[in-house]
């Protein structure tokens, strides 16, 4: 059970909610019809049939206080329109099903035959709890690791570079090159690299991939041992505040570096949270290119920067497209192309692209320990998809995804490889 809520954390609530008002808010509260449609596009409620897990009940809460306070109907006549007070009742149930019980994957709104931006409202009424002090601990301690430590592995300076050092003189010998390297804080470089904190914690292999990639396209790049980390966990618990601190952050250090193109890591809502909404809470349009490792390795192929010989790579390998990389950012032909040209047996999951399911790790869930039993419910239908495949090999251009897939593998007893995308190119590689 919650602790009681007090008059002040229910002010401060509404005070968030009121600041929110705009048009796309007005619009999105106002227009849900209750078709149904969007269930079948939810993992949980797909995954539990309970009609509370119904992504239209979701935007019901937030649309129920909205009304409350400010609409007049809701005000005089609240039961007429279902209006809702934010009471410790409501509160409750807020907290367990817009961040207990969604991963703001966004299919639900390609699915909604009316187009309510259903993750918007969630991610409005996480706002809303967050101002009201009331994020999950263990997702608010994930942010609170990248403010006060400057990545939210709370990682130290001397443990990064210790790491970047060994992986150094791995890739010299792989590459059978004294002279190869994984450049730290290099000013003037064309590229400033970004890594996910769980790559120098867990995944050290795909750095090694892509220093790998790098050294065979002859790119000049850099990584910074100050601000490295492309995640920003401040963009699921809903503080734009403390968003903008980890934003500005990566912001002053690609300047301070003076590079030209910023490379954002195999991170869907990393690049999300940086390079489509970092500009709205930043309130700054970037002006320097800004793209995913993703498109970066698409192009070295596509440009003949780098070889490499699909032959080398003869197991089976489907791909899982990460919902804010695909469906919330628009990058889906680039993972296929690079697949298409690294390995020789490529299947797609049904569903795919822009309509693939989720892995059921995104939107602070892998943060949120309280709730692993339903996200492990729910990625039940994600590895169905993948154990339909007949695949060996599965590739996700996501840390976030690597780590739920890998978590479902063992879980589900999918006896698969999971991989990043750098990791099949680097596979595939031909060094001259």
Same mark, same amino acid.
């Given at each position: 059970m919650m602790e009681r809520i007090t008059d002040q954390q229910i002010e401060k609530g509404l005070q968030m909610l009121r600041s929110l008002q705009d048009g796309k808010l007005i619009t999105h509260v106002n227009s849900c019809v209750h078709c149904g449609l969007c269930g079948e596009s939810c993992l949980y409620y797909l995954a539990n049939k309970e009609a509370k897990f119904l992504p239209a009940m979701k935007v019901d809460l937030v649309s129920s206080v909205y009304k409350r306070y400010f609409t007049f109907t809701g005000r005089v006549f609240p039961k007429l329109i279902n209006a809702r007070d934010l009471d410790q009742e409501t509160t409750e149930e807020m907290v367990d099903l817009l961040f207990g019980a969604c991963t703001m994957c966004g299919r639900c709104n390609i699915h909604c035959s009316i187009g309510v931006d259903i993750a918007f409202l969630v991610r409005t009424g996480r706002m809303m709890l967050?101002?009201?002090?009331?994020?999950?601990?263990?997702?608010?301690?994930?942010?609170?690791?990248?403010?006060?430590?400057?990545?939210?592995?709370?990682?130290?300076?001397?443990?990064?570079?210790?790491?970047?050092?060994?992986?150094?003189?791995?890739?010299?010998?792989?590459?059978?090159?004294?002279?190869?390297?994984?450049?730290?804080?290099?000013?003037?470089?064309?590229?400033?690299?970004?890594? &996910? !904190?769980? *790559?120098? %914690?867990?995944?050290?292999?795909?750095?090694? #991939?892509?220093? @790998?990639?790098?050294? /065979?396209?002859?790119?000049?790049?850099?990584?910074?041992?100050?601000?490295?980390?492309?995640?920003?966990?401040?963009?699921?618990?809903? &503080? !734009?505040? *403390?968003? %903008?601190?980890?934003?500005?952050?990566?912001? #002053?250090?690609? @300047?301070?570096?003076? /590079?030209?193109?910023?490379?954002?890591?195999?991170?869907?809502?990393?690049?999300?949270?940086?390079?489509?909404?970092?500009?709205?809470?930043?309130?700054?349009?970037?002006?320097?290119?800004?793209?995913?490792?993703?498109?970066?390795?698409?192009?070295?192929?596509?440009?003949?920067?780098?070889?490499?010989?699909?032959?080398?790579?003869?197991?089976?390998?489907?791909?899982?497209?990460?919902?804010?990389?695909?469906?919330?950012?628009?990058?889906?032909?680039?993972?296929?192309?690079?697949?298409?040209?690294?390995?020789?047996?490529?299947?797609?999951?049904?569903?795919?692209?822009?309509?693939?399911?989720?892995c059921g790790g995104g939107g602070g869930q892998l943060a949120m320990s309280e709730y692993n039993e339903r996200r492990m419910k729910i990625g039940r239908l994600k590895a169905d998809q993948i154990r339909n495949t007949g695949a060996q090999i599965v590739v996700t251009p996501c840390h976030n995804c690597v780590d739920q897939l890998s978590q479902l593998n063992s879980f589900y007893k999918l006896n698969v490889q999971i991989k990043t995308l750098a990791e099949i190119v680097a596979d595939a590689l031909i060094i001259d």
């Open positions: 967050t101002e009201m002090g009331l994020t999950p601990a263990t997702l608010q301690s994930t942010v609170n690791a990248a403010l006060t430590t400057g990545n939210n592995m709370g990682i130290t300076k001397e443990e990064f570079v210790d790491t970047l050092n060994w992986l150094e003189e791995d890739l010299r010998e792989e590459v059978n090159d004294p002279e190869a390297s994984i450049p730290l804080n290099e000013k003037g470089k064309k590229l400033m690299y970004t890594l &996910n !904190p769980r *790559e120098p %914690k867990f995944f050290p292999l795909s750095i090694s #991939a892509m220093a @790998k990639v790098f050294y /065979a396209a002859k790119e000049s790049w850099t990584l910074s041992t100050e601000m490295y980390d492309v995640t920003n966990y401040a963009f699921f618990s809903g &503080n !734009p505040k *403390e968003a %903008k601190v980890i934003a500005d952050r990566m912001h #002053a250090e690609f @300047k301070s570096l003076g /590079a030209k193109e910023l490379v954002l890591a195999e991170c869907g809502h990393g690049d999300r949270a940086y390079r489509w909404e970092a500009p709205n809470y930043m309130k700054t349009k970037l002006d320097y290119k800004v793209y995913t490792s993703v498109e970066l390795l698409a192009d070295y192929i596509k440009s003949g920067r780098i070889k490499v010989d699909k032959e080398k790579i003869k197991q089976r390998v489907t791909l899982h497209d990460p919902c804010n990389l695909a469906r919330n950012g628009g990058v889906v032909s680039e993972q296929r192309y690079v697949l298409s040209q690294t390995v020789s047996d490529f299947v797609e999951m049904t569903p795919h692209g822009i309509d693939n399911l989720c």
